[in-house]
């Protein structure tokens, strides 16, 4: 195959692959969607990247970048096959500037990496996705993670200064700076950044980067009544007080807790774990208490507050075992993330149960209350059609919920290959019109990362 | 001869509770050195997923990458999903030789068998130790007899040194480690160790290897051995060295002692009285990353495995800045000190060897 031989002559025999057994794990994320690539290329530089581009341009061969593949969304999933980019092996830190508040990569560096060099100097780069031990940051770019902390530091879009990208017909672009301000052009980052790789190849990013807070306290709240619950959740995020996180976990995520693990819960609709954090104890407790002053305005069944590091650990635990006892309670899953304003979280939650319930299926709700972002955990059996069918149903109707609460389908997963069939509840004809003129402006032969988002 | 796996319900509920979430990439050894999927136990997992619903099928490719693992279980402390790759690897390793996927164990169950050895070594050296009756029984293993025999002499002299009342056997392979790639234990031999054993009368046996200590407590084939088994670190730790060093020690906690058989303290409350000034690495107890040398890699994938050792030893050396590395595994130990460069100034030992040294340096000085 001349192709092949190409790829080959790019990055060298032992960087590409079309061994069956190594293209089976490329045909996954960890999402339902399953489609075999018809090679793997690991490049090393820019340039190699931009060799591969050009070939697939030339040739019209589908590319889908990569970096760890957690793609909750099919994101990553080559549904049309092609060549698979695998960008691991651009993982350098090229440059950590204190003085001007800014981290260089190159787009495969893991989020934790980054972060564990930006603690030597005190500093962080904020977002946090569940999954930074692993993540990378040019994925963390295409799919714009975020994370538990979302409400108070926002997701990776905040932080993003420049990039570098190639594009689908393989020339370099910078974007951005190396400013803390910038409104020079076009802002055509910010179009990359949750672009899910259709658009092009982020290859280096320049990200800003925060003074690591010194400390943090830690409450968790329990409700009998979810209005309660809610109440408590968008009047502290009014309160002039921001907390560094704000979790909730809904009576179905509460019991699976309770049931494997042996975390101490009592019976309550909804249960709430928060953190103030800072620079200063003073500062950390001053905030918390004005959060525990509206939590405990709204009929609370419990509340316990942590300081040291242990107790903290102690009240993370029902929330750090959810996702883990719920995939276990299950054969199969599927992990949303509607996301809806603040004072609708409580209709959210009655909605999915009634919707669960209307199903039946299970379906369990936890995620970050305060900007709105839950994630409904759909427990099903991937090998019974009759149940992959409920959960399609289900998913149909969470959709068009979080929709009706002037939601939208996806917070920070991403719309992929899962939810590309309901775009369109959320994107006007108009909008779609725009997005796909976009992206064949920039992909004329559409090899970027197509199939996904209802672009085609 | 059918090609068809059976996946029993253990193996298929397993494969079916790996969630994809890819949280293995960041403890896997191996995938630390390749950064290919099919390298992690996301990716061996997703095979199986493929093989056990006919979608791909039993090749020698997935065979291999079954066998590229050092059952190192750090994924499996870290998956959020509750499965233990590991064990589904070794069951799959056993189901693909079943079909007719022979590795080069094989090959090594026959050394075993004829020497009683997994080197094919012909001479073992028996260190002069008294044999016969004694309240303790020393096990060494086939690394620490063939491999490192100047660590063990400093172990065996330590148990001198604080007067314990040992013996030692003519041993043979523990033969555990064949359950591991694909075959199974050398009932033979188990029953050789078994009857030699028997005959010191020992209360305990006390095994410096953390693999054959697993084996002996683990195994059916043990089961009858009718003695209290010890890993080395267990039976010193209420002992009283007498001994210091000054020097910045730090501790590599070997897969087999740790996330295996769950001794993570021991080996800790004897470096804490013959070291003051104790460290800790960044991944340590059950975050610790594997040495390489587990699973069968170092036979089956040998520069994988002086590569991962040369990744945490350089990892160590540049997080912790001891001077002394200690461990309590003759595989680890071996593959540390293969992987060593000469430019790294590090000194790796056996907890046991080291303080035997630091006894025998007392020793000296106190005859001057």
Redesign the interface.
């Given at each position: 195959m001349q192709e092949k031989q190409k790829l080959i002559e790019i990055v060298g025999q032992e960087h590409f692959t079309d061994q069956i057994e190594e293209l089976v794990p490329y045909s996954y994320d960890a999402s339902m969607n399953v489609h075999r690539p018809d090679g793997v290329v690991w490049p090393e530089t820019t340039e190699q990247v931009v060799e591969i581009v050009r070939f697939a341009n030339e040739y019209k061969v589908p590319i889908v970048p990569r970096g760890a593949g957690t793609s909750l969304s099919g994101g990553v999933i080559p549904i049309k096959g092609g060549i698979v980019m695998d960008l691991s092996r651009m993982n350098r830190i090229l440059e950590i500037s204190i003085e001007n508040r800014y981290a260089h990569v190159q787009a495969g560096v893991v989020c934790d990496d980054l972060n564990r060099e930006l603690a030597k100097h005190g500093f962080v780069f904020p977002p946090d996705p569940a999954s930074s031990s692993v993540s990378t940051i040019g994925g963390n770019v295409a799919t714009n993670a975020g994370g538990i902390k979302g409400a108070k530091y926002g997701t990776t879009r905040d932080y993003v200064l420049g990039l570098q990208v190639v594009l689908p017909t393989g020339a370099i672009m910078h974007t951005g700076s190396y400013t803390m301000k910038c409104v020079s052009g076009y802002d055509l980052a910010k179009l990359f950044i949750g672009a899910e790789g259709t658009l092009g190849v982020i290859t280096e990013v320049t990200l800003k980067i925060n003074p690591l807070p010194r400390h943090a306290m830690t409450a968790v709240a329990t409700f009998a009544k979810l209005e309660d619950a809610g109440k408590a959740i968008f009047q502290t995020m009014t309160s002039g007080v921001l907390p560094s996180v704000m979790e909730i976990l809904d009576k179905v995520t509460l019991k699976s807790v309770k049931e494997n693990t042996d975390i101490d819960l009592p019976d309550a609709e909804a249960m709430i774990l928060t953190e103030t954090d800072g620079f200063t104890w003073e500062e950390v407790e001053a905030q918390m208490e004005v959060v525990l002053r509206v939590f405990k305005e709204n009929n609370p069944i419990t509340i316990k507050t942590a300081k040291d590091e242990k107790d903290r650990l102690n009240l993370w635990k029902a929330r750090k075992s959810s996702y883990a006892t719920l995939a276990r309670a299950s054969n199969s899953f599927v992990l949303d993330d509607v996301t809806v304003p603040i004072s609708k979280i409580p209709n959210l939650l009655v909605g999915i149960q009634e919707i669960a319930q209307r199903h039946g299926l299970v379906v369990a709700t936890y995620g970050h209350a305060g900007d709105g972002n839950l994630h409904p955990q759909i427990l099903y059996d991937e090998y019974h059609p009759e149940q992959v069918e409920k959960m399609e149903k289900v998913e149909e109707d969470l959709f068009k919920l979080a929709i009706s609460l002037n939601g939208t389908l996806t917070g920070e997963h991403g719309i992929g290959l899962s939810k590309a069939n309901y775009m369109t509840l959320e994107h006007d004809p108009v909008e779609m019109a725009l997005m796909k003129q976009i992206k064949r402006t920039l992909d004329p032969n559409n090899i970027m990362n197509p199939g996904k988002r209802a672009l085609d | 001869m059918t090609n068809k796996i059976q996946f029993d319900e253990k193996q298929r509920k397993a494969i079916?509770?790996c969630?994809?979430?890819?949280?293995c990439?960041?403890v896997c050894p191996i995938f630390d050195l390749t950064?290919?999927?099919?390298t992690n136990a996301?990716?061996k997992m997703?095979?199986l997923k493929?093989v056990m619903e006919d979608k791909?099928p039993v090749?020698e490719?997935?065979a291999q990458?079954l066998l590229r693992c050092t059952t190192c279980m750090n994924c499996t402390v870290n998956c959020?999903?509750?499965v233990d790759p590991q064990e589904v690897f070794k069951a799959a390793r056993k189901d693909f030789v079943g079909v007719g996927f022979d590795n080069l164990f094989k090959k090594m169950g026959e050394v075993i068998e004829k020497y009683g050895n997994i080197y094919g070594e012909e001479e073992r050296y028996d260190w002069g130790h008294q044999k016969g009756n004694a309240t303790y029984v020393l096990f060494v293993g086939c690394v620490g007899t063939y491999r490192e025999e100047e660590s063990v002499e400093e172990t065996i002299r330590l148990l001198d040194l604080l007067k314990v009342d040992f013996t030692m056997i003519d041993e043979v392979c523990c033969s555990g480690v064949m359950e591991d790639v694909g075959y199974t234990i050398k009932k033979e031999l188990a029953q050789r160790n078994v009857q030699e054993l028997q005959k010191t009368n020992a209360k305990t046996l006390i095994t410096t290897c953390p693999y054959c200590y697993r084996v002996f407590k683990e195994h059916p084939s043990y089961k009858d051995l009718g003695m209290e088994i010890k890993h080395i670190t267990q039976f010193l730790k209420d002992f009283d060295f007498g001994v210091k060093t000054d020097k910045k020690v730090t501790y590599h906690d070997p897969c087999d002692l740790g996330r295996h058989a769950n001794i993570y303290d021991e080996p800790r409350e004897i470096i804490r009285k013959i070291a003051p000034n104790f460290v800790e690495p960044r991944r340590t107890r059950e975050n610790a990353m594997c040495c390489g040398s587990g699973g069968g890699l170092r036979g089956s994938f040998p520069e994988d495995s002086i590569e991962i050792s040369r990744n945490r030893l350089s990892q160590i050396i540049e997080e912790t800045g001891a001077e002394i590395l200690l461990t309590e595994c003759p595989s680890c130990l071996h593959n540390f000190r293969n992987a060593k460069l000469r430019k790294q100034k590090i000194e790796i030992y056996n907890i046991t060897e080291f303080i035997a040294q630091l006894l025998q340096e007392k020793q000296k000085k106190e005859a001057a």
């Open positions: - | 079916t509770q969630s994809r979430c890819g949280f990439r960041a950064k290919r999927p099919i996301r990716g997703i095979l493929e791909l090749t490719g997935v990458a959020p999903s509750g």
